[in-house]
């Protein structure tokens, strides 16, 4: 026979100090998650109630614009002076996070220029200046052709379009020029395939602006499908143009175009539909 014997060991206790760091890291992660979580809450209902971020700008280390790029914006972009002064250092940073957070591409010889990347991020960054997750996470790439390009796909022209499966958006630098050429004729490229992005981009997001959004353009629809009457003015009245009707992605961007170019016309036409689209977008400033 043979006998195995096992000495015992002795568990040396654990430190005292060591323990206490164990439980504050434990219970301390413990509240952390219970307070996302009812912070969460919190401001998703906040936010449908008051149809707002509860807070929308947490600047710690603001983004700045290299001069020539500034002074595209001052000289070129106007709803950038109809902001006041805390409103405009806001816009300043988003633009410039924008800007470092997309590749911006040429096509067909085009190089791409300070005032390209200012004046398309700026757009993106006007329409979504009441939101608080501003950048359009559903774009990753900006391609800039001269003017309209063929596609292959289609075999048509287009002036600009944008493919969720790429995360890219495509503009003719021509057609995306001449949209703020004439401020007020409801016509806007860049303003129209941004609003695609944007519908688009909250549809597939959960974040709060995508909430106030996603809840803004349900009861758009639920209004407009409630209100024969109003259907009917909108189609005779002309002020909206008859591609708007091709379905609801192009009703949203052609809406959007009319709310940003020709505001009082909008609203004195048709005020539900107006404070809808400025409910959507939490857009409170510029006197919009």
């Known amino acids: 026979m043979i006998l195995i014997y096992l000495q015992e060991t002795e568990v040396q206790p654990m430190n005292p100090t060591l323990k206490l760091i164990f439980l504050i890291i434990f219970f301390g992660g413990m509240a952390a998650v219970v307070f996302s979580r009812f912070y969460l809450f919190f401001e998703q209902q906040y936010a449908l109630k008051y149809k707002k971020p509860f807070f929308l700008n947490a600047i710690i280390l603001p983004n700045k614009l290299p001069d020539r790029q500034l002074n595209l914006l001052k000289t070129k972009f106007p709803f950038y002076d109809?902001?006041?002064?805390?409103?405009?250092?806001?816009?300043?940073?988003?633009?410039?996070?924008?800007?470092?957070?997309?590749?911006?591409?040429?096509r067909e010889g085009v190089e791409v220029t300070d005032e390209m990347?200012?004046?398309?991020?700026?757009?993106?960054?006007?329409?979504?200046?009441g939101f608080r997750n501003y950048l359009i996470d559903?774009?990753?790439t900006i391609?800039?052709?001269?003017?309209?390009?063929?596609?292959?796909?289609?075999?048509?022209?287009?002036?600009?379009?944008i493919n969720p499966h790429l995360k890219t958006i495509v503009f003719s630098w021509e057609d995306f020029k001449h949209g703020y050429k004439i401020g007020d004729d409801n016509l806007n490229l860049g303003i129209h395939e941004f609003g695609h992005a944007i519908h688009l981009n909250a549809f597939r997001n959960d974040d709060v602006s995508s909430l106030i959004f996603n809840q803004g353009f349900e009861d758009l629809t639920t209004y407009l499908q409630n209100h024969e009457a109003v259907r009917k003015d909108l189609i005779a009245s002309k002020y909206f143009r008859t591609y708007a009707y091709t379905n609801h992605f192009e009703f949203f961007a052609v809406l959007l175009e009319n709310f940003i170019e020709t505001p009082l016309e909008f609203k004195s036409q048709f005020p539900d539909l107006y404070n809808y689209i400025k409910l959507m977008l939490n857009f409170s400033f510029a006197e919009y």
């Open 143 to 161: 391609i800039i052709y001269p003017k309209a390009y063929y596609s292959q796909i289609n075999e048509t022209y287009h002036k600009g379009e």
């Open 82 to 106: 109809r902001l006041n002064q805390k409103e405009q250092s806001v816009f300043l940073h988003r633009v410039g996070g924008f800007i470092n957070s997309k590749a911006f591409v040429g």
């Open 117 to 129: 990347k200012t004046l398309i991020s700026s757009t993106a960054v006007m329409l979504t200046f």
């Open 138 to 140: 559903i774009i990753e």
